[in-house]
């Protein structure tokens, strides 16, 4: 325990003072091409409902020179919600990051995540984060990844990474504090109702809800797993949660022609029709980022009716191969 005190008190002195300066200067100037914004839940923030995801869809199509000017031209665009992972390419995502935010870190809102149980390590592994980014702070840290309800006790034991982790949250070297979860509705549902969370990241795609076709249209399949959108949205509303989005695509499972595809504009309408705060998209086409941008612009909602057809049509096709997938899935790569 005194090696995560020491280290915590090591954060607190190099980064905290800066961190508290930054967050008393003026918010940051807004392009002229701004995205439509929300606020994020319970912490009052106003972020794009857009934003750049930087998992393999990052690391695994662009070069490091490649990934910066992608990175740039998203900022461009008005996607300034940015989003990384110290797993992502073993933190290749973030030294990327850290090129562009060394001079544009006042223009974002940055979120990355942390996927180590030991707090003592987190602790260090946040530390190496914060240098690859080259920045004091960091705007959400979320706990990455959680799969189950041994898993969560690992998180929430005492003297763990969820202490350790407010601590830095008190010191102000992270604003605020989140958890992702893949594919296990469940859990994250859990550390919802039971912890001091800001934000959550979660699965949610118009093929997960679970329908099954029937006479007249569609129905909620009852033998499938429940998802994300009605176990675990309805938790996060209830305590004004930042509910941050990511599968909009199902990795590209779910986009193209076909009866149990559709085109990635719909899929994109579909989760900010949902009662979320940004969509978190991967874009491994520099082609894509100005796309989605224009289609974030024009978003309009679906009805209810669309949605349930929509997804109804998707998740009698994909959902059991989905979960499969997203249950076997970290994106660290």
Not at 104 to 116: D, G, H, I, P
Not at 257 to 266: I, M, S, Y
């Amino acid at each position: 325990m005194k090696r995560v005190l020491t280290r915590r008190q090591y954060l607190a002195g190099t980064a905290a003072g800066l961190a508290a300066a930054a967050l008393q200067a003026q918010p940051p100037k807004q392009p002229s091409n701004a995205l439509p914004r929300r606020v994020l839940g319970r912490t009052g923030v106003s972020v794009p409902i857009l934003g750049f995801g930087s998992g393999s869809r990052f690391t695994n199509f662009y070069t490091d020179d490649a990934g910066e000017a992608a990175l740039r031209q998203a900022i461009d665009c008005g996607i300034t919600y940015l989003d990384t992972a110290a797993g992502y390419g073993n933190g290749r995502s973030e030294t990327i990051y850290g090129r562009v935010l060394k001079t544009r870190r006042s223009e974002v809102f940055l979120a990355t995540k942390n996927a180590v149980r030991d707090a003592d390590q987190a602790l260090r592994v946040f530390e190496q984060s914060l240098k690859r980014l080259q920045t004091d702070h960091v705007d959400i840290l979320h706990i990455h990844n959680l799969a189950s309800e041994e898993d969560l006790a690992k998180i929430e034991a005492k003297g763990g990474v969820l202490e350790a982790f407010y601590k830095l949250r008190e010191q102000k070297v992270v604003r605020f504090l989140g958890m992702t979860a893949h594919a296990n509705p469940y859990p994250i549902k859990l550390a919802i109702e039971r912890h001091d969370l800001d934000c959550v990241q979660m699965a949610l795609n118009a093929a997960l809800v679970g329908m099954v076709k029937c006479e007249g249209g569609y129905k909620p399949d009852p033998s499938a797993p429940r998802s994300f959108e009605t176990v675990t949205l309805p938790a996060a509303r209830k305590k004004n949660l930042g509910i941050l989005a990511m599968k909009v695509f199902g990795q590209g499972h779910l986009v193209g022609e076909g009866a149990d595809k559709v085109g990635a504009e719909q899929l994109l309408r579909y989760a900010l029709s949902m009662p979320i705060t940004v969509a978190v998209v991967g874009m491994q086409d520099p082609a894509m980022i100005p796309q989605n941008a224009a289609w974030a612009r024009a978003f309009t909602p679906m009805t209810e009716d669309e949605m349930k057809a929509l997804s109804g049509r998707l998740a009698a096709a994909n959902k059991v191969s989905l979960d499969r997938f997203l249950a076997h899935h970290e994106d660290v790569c």
